[in-house]
C-alpha cells in the first residue's frame, strides 16, 4: 500500500514538473506582444517599451521560468499583465464561482445518474431499460448550450424565476449566488449524468453475470437487495473513474456555459486572458487547474482502494 | 384615536407609499459585451475603460459632447494667444476628487507631465507630444506652452487618455479609480460588473441616477434573454445580429442607430507591389462593392464611406462615387497595371465579425476582377504583432475606431506604408489651424486626397447599435468618442 502511494505520488509530482515546463514554452512561442495589445494601435513605440520593461517582458527566458516555477511553489503566481493583481486573487475569485458550480453539478450527476442506471440495469432488454437509455442517448447527444439557452427561456424570460445569467458574488447573499447558479448547474449535469447513468448500467450488467451474485440470490437474498448492497459496490470502480474525469471537465471546460450564462468563473478567466496575452495568468490558471487534475486522480486512485479491498494489500 | 384620525392617517400613508411607487427608478443596469482589462483611462487603450468612465468617473479639462463638439469641463474657460502656442485655463473651484482632496492647477500638471514622461506608458501619448511646458499659475489657473500650434489641442484635452488624476491615486486608478466625475467608483466583481454610485459631492449638476452597474455579457446569444428578462436594462451597443427586428417590433424597448468613430477599411500595404501601383488601388476600389459587404457584414447597418471620415462629423464630405462599382472598369484598370491575368495577395482578417463575415465578401468580389485573396484568420495579438507592427501584409480589414484620426496617414511607419508629401502638407497645416470654417474645408482636401489615391478600400462606418428600455432617456445615440456618458440619464413613465 505504502509504495503503491509513493509510486502515485512521485508520478504526479514528475507530471506537473513536465507540465510546466509544457505550458512556459507554449505560451513563449504564441505570438503577440502583450503590451502592444494593451495600448493599442495609436501607442507611441516608447510607451510599448515602457510597458514591456514594466511587465518584466525584457529578461531572458530561463530567467523568467525558474522565477515563476520558484514563485509558485511559494504560492506566488505572479501578477497579472492586465488587470495588475495577483494571479492567485483572480483565481479565488473565479474559483469561488467554478467550484460551486462543479460540486452541484457533479452531486447533481450522481444523484441522477445512479438511480436511472440501477432502473435500466434492473430491467435489462426491457422497455424500462429502452426509455432510460433512450433519454441518455438523447441527454449525452444535445449541445449543453442550446440546452442551456432553453433552460433561460423557460426559467429566466417566461416564468421569471431566475436570473438570466450573471453572477450576483457571494456577497450579495447565499440565495441569490444559488439562483444564479441554478440553470447552469442544470444545463452541465444533465449531459454528464447522461453518460455515467450508461456506465452505471453496463458495470452494473457486468457485475450481475458474476457467480457471487447468483449465490447471494440463491440464498434467498431479493434482487433489489442484491443490486443495491453487492452489485452496485463492486461497479464503483468504472464509476469512480468516470466522475474523477468528469469532476476535473465540469471545473475547467466549462467555457461555453460560463459564456451563455456570462459566469465569472474559470474557464472565462484563461479564455480573455488567452486573447489578451495575458500569459502570467494562462500559466498560473493552467498550472492549477493540471494541480487539481492530478490531485483528483490521485484521490480516485485512493478511492478505489478503499472499495476494493483487494488493492490495499498489493 | 377617533375614526377619522384613522382614516386620516391611512390615507396619509397610502400617499407616501404612492409616491414612493412613483418615484422614477434611478438604478440602471447596462451590458457591455467586453470586461475592461482596468480601470485608468490614462494608462490603457481597450474602449472599455472609457465606455464606463469617461465622463462618468474622470473629467478632462474640455470633454467631448454627444455630437463630437468641444465643451468645458474641469477647465470653465479658457484663452489662445495670438500665435496660437499658449493656452490658458481657467478652473472651477470647489472641485473635489472622490478621495476627498481638492483639485486644483497643480493636478492639471501632474496629469500633463505623467503622460508625456519618458516612462509613460500612456496609449495615446501623441495626443500630449506638441505640450513644450505646464505651469500651474494659481490654483485655479493653468497656463500649456505648445512647442508649435495645434489645432486639435482642445480636442485632443478631451480624450478619455487626458482626464486629470491626482497624484495621491494615480497609482492606484487601475483597481480603484479616482475621478472628480458626477459618480463615484463602488465595486468591480471581476467577470461580472463594475458598479458606479452617484457622487453627493459633485461641483457641477448632479446626475439623476444613483446607481449605474455595467454588467459584462460577452455572448451575444446571452445577451438576448438578459435583455427581455429585465435583468440589463440598457446596451449602448449591442451585438444583436439576427434578432433586431425582433426586438425592433418590442414595444418595451427603444433601438437606436447611430454611427460610431470607425472607419471600416480594407488596409492595403502601400509599399508592396502591385499595391504600390495606383491602378491596382483603383481596381480594387472599382471591385468593391459596399452595399454587399454591408448587408453581409453588418447585418444592413452602417453608412458607406469613400474616405477615413465618419459621416456624422460636419467636416464629412461624401466621395463614395470617387470609384464605383465597376467590374469592367477594374479589370481594364488591372490590364494596364500590366496584369491582365489577375494576382494572388493574401488578407488576414482579426477575430471580431465585420471583419471575418466582410472578408468573405470582399474576397469573392475581387475574385470577380482576377484578384485571388488566400484569407488567414489571426487573432488581435497575432494581427497587432504580424500587421500592425511588422507589416507583413497584403490586405487586412479593421475599423479604427480613435476618433478625428484622419492624420494617422501622415505618420511615418505607419502600416498602410503610404507616403505623400501634398496629404503631409494638409495635415501639417491643419495641425496649425484652430479657425473652424478653414479647419472643414482642409479636412475635406485631405479625405479627397485620400480617397483619389485609394489608399485603402474604404467600406463603411461602423455603426452603433443602441438597445434600451423604452422608459430610459439620456443615452447616446452616435459615440462621436468611445464612452457612455451617464450623466443626462434618466427613467421617465
Redesign the interface.
Known amino acids: 500500500m505504502t509504495a503503491y502511494l509513493a509510486q502515485r505520488f512521485l508520478i504526479a509530482v514528475a507530471t506537473l514538473l513536465v507540465a510546466s515546463l509544457v505550458v512556459f514554452a507554449v505560451l513563449e512561442v504564441?505570438?503577440?506582444?502583450?503590451a502592444?495589445?494593451?495600448?493599442?494601435?495609436?501607442?507611441?513605440p516608447?510607451?510599448v517599451e515602457?510597458?514591456r520593461e514594466?511587465m518584466g517582458l525584457n529578461s531572458p527566458r530561463p530567467v523568467r521560468y525558474l522565477d515563476w516555477v520558484a514563485g509558485m511553489l511559494s504560492l506566488d503566481f505572479g501578477r497579472s499583465y492586465?488587470?495588475?493583481?495577483p494571479v492567485i486573487d483572480?483565481v479565488a475569485?473565479?474559483i469561488a464561482?467554478s467550484l460551486p458550480l462543479a460540486l452541484i453539478s457533479l452531486v447533481l450527476s450522481v444523484a441522477i445518474a445512479i438511480p436511472v442506471g440501477a432502473f435500466a440495469a434492473q430491467r435489462r432488454g426491457r422497455a424500462g431499460d429502452a426509455v432510460a437509455m433512450g433519454a441518455a442517448q438523447v441527454g449525452v447527444a444535445i449541445p449543453n448550450?442550446w440546452f442551456a439557452?432553453l433552460l433561460?427561456?423557460l426559467f429566466?424570460?417566461w416564468l421569471?424565476l431566475v436570473?438570466?445569467?450573471?453572477?450576483?458574488?457571494w456577497s450579495a447573499g447565499v440565495w441569490p449566488a444559488l439562483k444564479a447558479l441554478f440553470l447552469p448547474a442544470i444545463a452541465l449535469a444533465l449531459p454528464q449524468a447522461a453518460i455515467l447513468a450508461r456506465v452505471t448500467r453496463s458495470a452494473l450488467i457486468e457485475t450481475l453475470g458474476e457467480d457471487y451474485i447468483r449465490t447471494a440470490r440463491a440464498k434467498g437474498l431479493p434482487f433489489g437487495a442484491v443490486l443495491w448492497r453487492h452489485a452496485l459496490r463492486n461497479a464503483l470502480i468504472p464509476m469512480l473513474t468516470i466522475i474523477g474525469l468528469q469532476f476535473s471537465f465540469l471545473l475547467a471546460g466549462t467555457i461555453i456555459i460560463e459564456?451563455?450564462?456570462?459566469?465569472?468563473?474559470l474557464g472565462?478567466?484563461i479564455f480573455?486572458a488567452i486573447?489578451?496575452?495575458?500569459l502570467i495568468v494562462v500559466e498560473g490558471v493552467v498550472m492549477l487547474l493540471v494541480a487539481t487534475v492530478v490531485v483528483v486522480n490521485l484521490l480516485v486512485d485512493l478511492s478505489y482502494a478503499i472499495v476494493d479491498p483487494r488493492l490495499r494489500t498489493r | 384615536m377617533k375614526p377619522w384620525k384613522t382614516f386620516a392617517a391611512a390615507a396619509t400613508l397610502t400617499a407616501l407609499s404612492a409616491s414612493a411607487a412613483f418615484a422614477a427608478r434611478a438604478d440602471l443596469v447596462l451590458g457591455m459585451p467586453l470586461?475592461p482589462?482596468?480601470l485608468d483611462p490614462t494608462a490603457?487603450?481597450?474602449a472599455a475603460i472609457d465606455e464606463i468612465l469617461y465622463a462618468n468617473v474622470f473629467e478632462g479639462l474640455t470633454r467631448i459632447g454627444p455630437s463630437g463638439e468641444v465643451l468645458p469641463a474641469l477647465a470653465e474657460s479658457w484663452t489662445v494667444s495670438d500665435d496660437g502656442k499658449t493656452y490658458t485655463f481657467k478652473l472651477h473651484g470647489n472641485v473635489k476628487f472622490h478621495d476627498g482632496s481638492t483639485f486644483d492647477a497643480e493636478d492639471v500638471k501632474f496629469t500633463l507631465d505623467r503622460a508625456r514622461a519618458?516612462?509613460?506608458?500612456?496609449?495615446?501619448?501623441?495626443l500630449f507630444a506638441a505640450i513644450d511646458a505646464v505651469e500651474a499659475v494659481d490654483p485655479t489657473t493653468v497656463k500649456v506652452a505648445l512647442k508649435n500650434p495645434q489645432g486639435s489641442f482642445l480636442y485632443n484635452m478631451g480624450w478619455g487618455d487626458a482626464v486629470i488624476v491626482a497624484p495621491e491615486s494615480a497609482a492606484t486608478n487601475?483597481?480603484k479609480p479616482v475621478g472628480t466625475g458626477p459618480f463615484r467608483f463602488d465595486n468591480w466583481?471581476?467577470?461580472?460588473?463594475i458598479t458606479l454610485v452617484k457622487n453627493p459631492d459633485y461641483w457641477g449638476e448632479p446626475a439623476s441616477l444613483d446607481r449605474a452597474e455595467f454588467?459584462?455579457?460577452?455572448?451575444a446569444?446571452?445577451a438576448i434573454?438578459?435583455l427581455?428578462?429585465?435583468?440589463v436594462q440598457a446596451f449602448p451597443n449591442m451585438n444583436v445580429g439576427d434578432a433586431l427586428p425582433q426586438i425592433q417590433s418590442d414595444p418595451r424597448f427603444k433601438v437606436v442607430i447611430g454611427a460610431t468613430e470607425g472607419e471600416t477599411v480594407l488596409s492595403t500595404n502601400n509599399k508592396k507591389p502591385p499595391f504600390d501601383q495606383l491602378k491596382v488601388r483603383q481596381a480594387i476600389a472599382h471591385a468593391i462593392d459596399r452595399k454587399a459587404i454591408i448587408d453581409g457584414a453588418s447585418s444592413g447597418l452602417g453608412t458607406p464611406i469613400g474616405s477615413h471620415f465618419s459621416p456624422a462629423n460636419k467636416a464629412y464630405v461624401d466621395l463614395t462615387g470617387t470609384y464605383p462599382h465597376d467590374i469592367a472598369k477594374a479589370k481594364a484598370l488591372l490590364k494596364e497595371a500590366g496584369l491582365e491575368n489577375g494576382f494572388s495577395a493574401t488578407l488576414k482578417l482579426p477575430?471580431v465579425a465585420y471583419a471575418r463575415d466582410g472578408g468573405q465578401i470582399v474576397a469573392s468580389q475581387l475574385r470577380e476582377v482576377g484578384i485571388n485573396l488566400e484569407i488567414i484568420p489571426v487573432?488581435?495579438?497575432?494581427w497587432?504583432?504580424?500587421v500592425?507592427?511588422e507589416k507583413n501584409y497584403d490586405l487586412s480589414i479593421v475599423s479604427?475606431t480613435?476618433p478625428n484620426?484622419i492624420d494617422?496617414y501622415a505618420r511615418k511607419d505607419y502600416y498602410f506604408n503610404y507616403d505623400n508629401p501634398a496629404f503631409d502638407k494638409v495635415i501639417e497645416e491643419l495641425n496649425l489651424t484652430s479657425d473652424d470654417a478653414k479647419r472643414s474645408e482642409l479636412y475635406g482636401q485631405a479625405q479627397k486626397i485620400l480617397a483619389d489615391d485609394a489608399v485603402n478600400g474604404f467600406l463603411f462606418e461602423l455603426p452603433k447599435i443602441g438597445i434600451w428600455d423604452a422608459k430610459v432617456e439620456g443615452l447616446w445615440e452616435n459615440s462621436p468618442i468611445q464612452a457612455n456618458d451617464l450623466t443626462k440619464v434618466k427613467w421617465v413613465d
Not at chain 1, 30 to 34: A, F, I, S, V, W
Not at chain 1, 275 to 278: E, F, N
Not at chain 2, 215 to 219: A, G, K, L, S, T
Open positions: 504564441l505570438p503577440g506582444d502583450p502592444r495589445l494593451m495600448l493599442g494601435i495609436n501607442a507611441t516608447d510607451a515602457a510597458l514594466q492586465t488587470y495588475s493583481v483572480l475569485e473565479r464561482v448550450f439557452l433561460i427561456y429566466a424570460v421569471r436570473p438570466a445569467g450573471g453572477f450576483p458574488g459564456n451563455v450564462f456570462y459566469l465569472p468563473g472565462r478567466l480573455q486573447t489578451q496575452r495575458d | 470586461e482589462p482596468h490603457g487603450a481597450a519618458a516612462d509613460s506608458t500612456n496609449a495615446q501619448k501623441g487601475k483597481e466583481a471581476k467577470g461580472s460588473a454588467r459584462i455579457v460577452p455572448d446569444a446571452a434573454p438578459a427581455l428578462s429585465g435583468d477575430p487573432e488581435w495579438a497575432d497587432l504583432s504580424q500592425f507592427t479604427h480613435e484620426d494617422i
